[in-house]
């Protein structure tokens, strides 16, 4: 079944203990994304990643680092969390495509955080 | 960055259609309007998208204002599978997606 996979996909930890957050898709995207979802925000992208070895900042990257050493993983990283960290993140592929312009999104189920 | 502005919640009864407005008043000529709807405890799922022409899927239509400035998703007979919220979105370039704060549906059976 072509998916994204989160893990872990609750998570309570306290202030400063690193953490990182897998990401893991099976649909061979080159294009990978994680976002935060805060009540009346919305969604806002903290990272992207166009293929492997190519991130770039999204709106909120303040706080988090990603890798992409493999296209199917992209996994999102608090080197020292903080409570305004605390968010519901999810994580999404797609193809890029040269000429379709669509590059529909696949999201993933989400993983809930709360630092302490 | 371009922004888009969307009503906090709308109703519809079930089996009418319903039109979901947004605004982008900045977007610029190369944006896409992308829509995503999110069902209660789930992620994001792909709705429709389009850059200048009215759109059709299975799912919906999307109707976007000469000037692009703004654009409305039209759901053609609304189902109680339907309330979510929905989220307009540009995509600027290829790679960066800018969500709105969605609109929450409320379906009446």
């Known amino acids: 079944e072509a998916q994204v996979t989160q893990n872990p996909r609750y998570l309570i930890t306290v202030t400063g203990k690193k953490l990182t957050v897998t990401c893991s898709q099976n649909?061979?995207?080159?294009?990978m994304s994680w976002y935060r979802q805060d009540p009346g925000l919305g969604l806002r992208q903290i990272y992207y990643?166009?293929?492997?070895?190519?991130?770039d900042k999204g709106d909120v990257p303040e706080g988090y680092k990603v890798s992409r050493k493999e296209k199917r993983n992209f996994p999102l990283i608090l080197e020292s969390p903080s409570p305004n960290q605390t968010s519901l993140y999810f994580c999404a592929s797609s193809l890029i495509s040269g000429t379709a312009q669509n590059n529909e999104q696949f999201f993933g189920p989400g993983t809930r955080l709360t630092v302490l | 960055d371009a922004k888009t502005t969307q009503p906090n919640s709308m109703e519809s009864n079930e089996e009418e259609p319903v039109h979901l407005p947004c605004n982008h008043s900045t977007i610029s000529g190369t944006d896409y309007i992308h829509w995503y709807r999110q069902l209660p405890s789930q992620g994001p799922e792909y709705v429709i998208h389009?850059?200048?022409s009215n759109v059709n899927n299975r799912m919906a239509s999307l109707a976007i204002a000469e000037d692009r400035k703004s654009s409305t998703l039209i759901l053609h007979r609304a189902t109680l599978r339907d309330a979510a919220v929905y989220y307009c979105i540009l995509r600027e370039g290829t790679y960066k997606y800018i969500f709105g704060t969605g609109t929450r549906l409320k379906v009446l059976a």
């Open positions: 649909m061979n995207h080159e294009y």
């Open positions: 990643s166009m293929n492997v070895e190519v991130t």
């Open positions: 389009g850059l200048t």
